[in-house]
């Protein structure tokens, strides 16, 4: 591009009556209040697509349906007051091996978090040695497919992933992880919390909330603020690049975070370090940089996306010998879980599968 017509752009891009005419783009205002024109478009949208895909939009709403119906009948078997749940959810794509790091990663929260039933939300069952090591440890839910959730098309697996976890957050309650977490202490004051509680995601080098992540929620069950969440899935616009996150993590910030029944924790108890400073799992040099802003974390997310052939070359088959700040974190994991006692309920037993 020309450098003069470059250097106007930027200036119209930047211009405060431009700016606010974005706002317009986003579903609610910084306020909180619903932008309605923008609600009602998408929504319209959203039907008249769904109307030329009518078969699939009723086979994929009787399924999650039946889903729904599922997790409620899992919920009533247990009668105690008080229940630790722990969600986790892998396979909604095809088939695929459980990873080592995997593997270690949710033995590290069974036996940190200590929960009474680990429920693993799956579609396509996972496969390899791993999965046999952690399948007795977990009680198996099956999700069946579906394209749509009410006249939502989800396309991307990661997107039905983000319903899947509220559907079982609102039909049983309990804590959702993201398979690449990280935990490094207790959740038990945040089950008793009797709230919704999310965290604040930042984008790198900035101190502004950029939203409210999914990828660690705790809600007690039929929570208002996790019905509000699904019912926004009629207006979901995902599919674009540029509104990937909107529903997972920029939407909640404002949809949520007013709520009363709604606490937020600061960035630092799940996502301290972000997406770009991942290096500091891996480095030796950095381990105890790592180590020092981790102090007091619970958990920390990952970013497996974003690193997946680091971990699987340094975390293949079992941690690197050397002394980095993942490596160690993970190098006593096969000691932990083989002294832990199995933490699933017994009345799982007498429970069906989906």
Not at 10 to 25: A, C, D, E, M
Not at 329 to 351: M, Y
Request: charged share 25%; net charge positive; hydrophobic share 45%.
């Amino acid at each position: 591009m020309n450098p003069r017509w470059e250097s106007l752009a930027k200036r119209i891009v930047k211009h405060p009556t431009v700016s606010n005419l974005t706002l317009f783009w986003k579903f609610r205002f910084a306020s909180g209040r619903p932008n309605l024109a923008l609600i009602s478009v998408v929504v319209a949208r959203n039907i008249l697509v769904a109307l030329f895909n009518l078969k699939s939009v009723l086979e994929s709403n009787r399924a999650i349906k039946r889903y729904q119906e599922n997790l409620r009948e899992l919920a009533g078997h247990d009668t105690r007051k008080e229940v630790k749940l722990l969600h986790l959810i892998y396979g909604l794509k095809q088939n695929e091996p459980i990873r080592y790091f995997h593997w270690a990663l949710i033995e590290k929260m069974i036996s940190t978090i200590r929960p009474d039933r680990v429920l693993f939300h799956y579609t396509y069952e996972p496969q390899g040695v791993y999965w046999e090591k952690i399948r007795g440890k977990v009680y198996a839910v099956k999700v069946p497919p579906f394209e749509y959730y009410g006249v939502a098309r989800l396309k991307h697996f990661a997107h039905k992933a983000d319903v899947v976890r509220l559907l079982a957050l609102y039909e049983m309650g309990g804590l959702y992880l993201d398979i690449d977490t990280l935990v490094f202490k207790s959740f038990d004051s945040l089950f008793s919390a009797g709230q919704l509680i999310l965290g604040m995601q930042r984008l790198p080098g900035s101190v502004e909330p950029f939203g409210l992540s999914n990828a660690v929620i705790v809600a007690p069950r039929n929570h208002g603020g996790i019905r509000a969440w699904l019912q926004s899935y009629m207006y979901f616009r995902g599919k674009a690049t540029r509104h990937w996150d909107e529903h997972s993590v920029r939407l909640p910030l404002n949809l949520l975070r007013r709520r009363g029944d709604v606490k937020v924790l600061d960035s630092h108890s799940f996502f301290q370090i972000d997406w770009d400073e991942v290096d500091l799992f891996f480095d030796v040099d950095q381990a105890a940089l790592a180590k020092a802003r981790l102090a007091g974390a619970y958990s920390q997310h990952l970013w497996e996306t974003a690193w997946m052939t680091k971990l699987l070359t340094d975390f293949s088959l079992a941690p690197p010998a050397d002394k980095s700040f993942l490596g160690t974190q993970l190098s006593g994991v096969e000691e932990e879980s083989s002294s832990f006692i199995q933490p699933i309920s017994h009345q799982s037993d007498q429970l069906s599968p989906v």
